[in-house]
């Protein structure tokens, strides 16, 4: 692969294991309080008086004036960058936004919607929401809520959440318009608790083999999995693949829970040990429902925190294999403190270390910077692309119950290596996947088609099977690629032809049949996949 094609790419990947990393974290506990619940005692008291006054000073003597709101959140992030990574400040504004993905809900009209031509699109109405229940649709345009008019006027993603969240019991007027329709529909609807479904697209991806990918680890994830285990037993499952590969963590009882689910009785899954917080070990149960499935979990960079944990305590005890490459290295625990006025403090307590002893937070001791350019070099290094370019020393190595070497001090290490699979990798094809084109261009497609796809393909396994992506169709894309800017390669459009239509299929299903339709076709080619079913063969 040339520079040009690093540039395009490397940023991608740093971007990826950076958020994953900084902002989804494993939780000891939820815990509540306010200032006074860490300002309380007489050895703070002076430190407290300290820091108001310099703030106070400041106000009311800086030569330009300054927000006394927005100098203290600066002063506690501050503080906190210099701890470690993971520990930070959550503003009021930005504490749903942030905290609603690990609660597994929210409260709204349950719609998943973009912005395209300056109008608000419904993508798909969620599953038993409130939306749904009334009849509003993929494709509907939502141009009034109450008395706002809200299209071509330039509203952004921020506003729209603002008009249509809203706490349970309330009622939105929303008018729509449809497609075929030459008058606006209302819609009287009364807002509702949300699911945000953590565990997607489980299915049977072979006559005996099960797959299920967890995208984050959240308050409801645990039952999402149990349910959707359920169903793939009734349908014959003997192996199951655990699809962990960008899942940044999140709540740690869920991986513990999911973890005991998958272990005989009293084999330790995870503990945990701070200065402050007493070691806390933590085993599994005689529940174990898949104790006697064969397993497979995928984990790749950006697999972090609780993601980890579950790898980890799968390989520990010999469980099952683990497959991919290295995972991101978070082994440090927080807990969160709200505050009064909506705001939180979320606080490193404790490490986790596996079943083997091991620690595998990578080092943060150089700063935030270096620790969040390691995945940068990882792929500098050669890592992500060949296992041999992997070097760790003996003081890192552990072993598992049957005496298999394992690694701590940066990650999980797979028992199979894959890697980054750049065969068809074009510059021209990071560039339309970098610009978000595949996704724009499947959504605009499935909008002026979705009748006839929707009569056509009633189902993700019926699209897969018969739904062609032909010349006219492709060519229809490519021009819409050089239309928003790319230039046109001939000889690297050829190069990653296969590629550009396995992702317009999947992207098409996806807007039709939601993210299993996605997973349906991707995971037909995905090198990962196709070794965890070899494993099973093993």
């Given at each position: 692969m040339n520079n040009n094609n690093l540039k395009i790419l490397l940023p991608l990947i740093i971007a990826l294991s950076v958020v994953v990393g900084v902002y989804l974290g494993s939780f000891l506990s939820n815990t509540t309080g306010n200032k006074s619940l860490i300002f309380s005692n007489q050895k703070n008291t002076n430190k407290v008086g300290k820091l108001n006054e310099i703030l106070n000073f400041i106000e009311e003597s800086y030569v330009d004036s300054v927000d006394g709101k927005e100098l203290l959140e600066n002063s506690i992030n501050a503080m906190l960058s210099n701890l470690d990574p993971h520990s930070y400040y959550i503003s009021p504004k930005e504490f749903d936004g942030m905290n609603d993905p690990l609660e597994g809900n929210f409260e709204g009209i349950g719609v998943e919607f973009r912005i395209k031509d300056d109008t608000v699109m419904v993508v798909s109405a969620i599953a038993n929401g409130p939306s749904e229940k009334l009849g509003i649709q993929a494709g509907d345009r939502i141009v009034k809520v109450d008395t706002a008019l809200i299209a071509g006027n330039g509203i952004t993603n921020e506003d729209v959440i603002k008009l249509l969240k809203g706490p349970r019991g309330t009622k939105v007027n929303v008018y729509i318009k449809r497609r075929g329709n030459s008058k606006l529909l209302h819609f009287a609807i009364i807002r509702d608790e949300i699911p945000i479904y953590s565990v997607e697209s489980p299915y049977m991806i072979s006559k005996n083999t099960g797959y299920i990918k967890i995208t984050r680890f959240a308050k409801t994830t645990y039952q999402e999995f149990i349910n959707a285990v359920a169903?793939?037993?009734?349908?014959?499952?003997?192996?199951?693949?655990?699809?962990?590969?960008?899942?940044?963590?999140?709540?740690?009882?869920?991986?513990?829970?999911?973890?005991?689910?998958?272990?005989?009785?009293?084999?330790?899954?995870?503990?945990?040990?701070?200065?402050?917080?007493?070691?806390?070990?933590?085993?599994?149960?005689?529940?174990?429902?898949?104790?006697?499935?064969?397993?497979?979990?995928?984990?790749?960079?950006?697999?972090a925190s609780a993601s980890e944990i579950l790898a980890g305590a799968i390989q520990d005890n010999d469980r099952g294999t683990i497959i991919g490459r290295r995972s991101f290295g978070k082994g440090l625990v927080q807990e969160q403190i709200p505050w009064p006025d909506g705001s939180a403090l979320r606080l490193t307590v404790a490490r986790y270390y596996t079943p083997s002893g091991r620690s595998i937070q990578k080092p943060y001791a150089n700063g935030s910077d270096e620790y969040n350019m390691e995945s940068y070099k990882r792929y500098e290094n050669g890592e992500l692309l060949s296992a041999d370019s992997i070097h760790l020393p003996d003081s890192l190595k552990y072993y598992t119950k049957k005496g298999e070497v394992v690694y701590g001090g940066g990650g999980i290490m797979p028992d199979i290596f894959v890697p980054l699979d750049t065969a068809g990798g074009t510059e021209f094809l990071y560039q339309i996947r970098y610009r978000g084109l595949i996704q724009e261009f499947s959504l605009n497609y499935v909008d002026k088609n979705r009748l006839e796809l929707m009569k056509n393909y009633r189902d993700a396994i019926q699209f897969k099977e018969n739904f062609n992506l032909n010349n006219s169709l492709f060519n229809e894309f490519i021009k819409f690629v050089t239309d928003s800017g790319v230039e046109r390669n001939l000889i690297q459009i050829k190069q990653s032809k296969e590629l550009i239509i396995r992702g317009l299929r999947a992207d098409i299903c996806r807007n039709l049949h939601g993210n299993f339709g996605y997973y349906v076709i991707m995971n037909d080619e995905d090198t990962a996949v196709k070794e965890a079913l070899k494993s099973f063969k093993k």
């Open positions: 169903t793939l037993q009734e349908e014959g499952m003997d192996n199951l693949i655990i699809d962990l590969r960008g899942n940044g963590g999140g709540v740690l009882s869920s991986a513990i829970d999911i973890a005991d689910e998958m272990l005989s009785k009293n084999q330790m899954i995870v503990y945990t040990s701070g200065r402050s917080r007493k070691k806390s070990e933590y085993y599994s149960t005689n529940k174990g429902i898949l104790k006697n499935t064969t397993l497979s979990i995928l984990i790749n960079e950006n697999s």
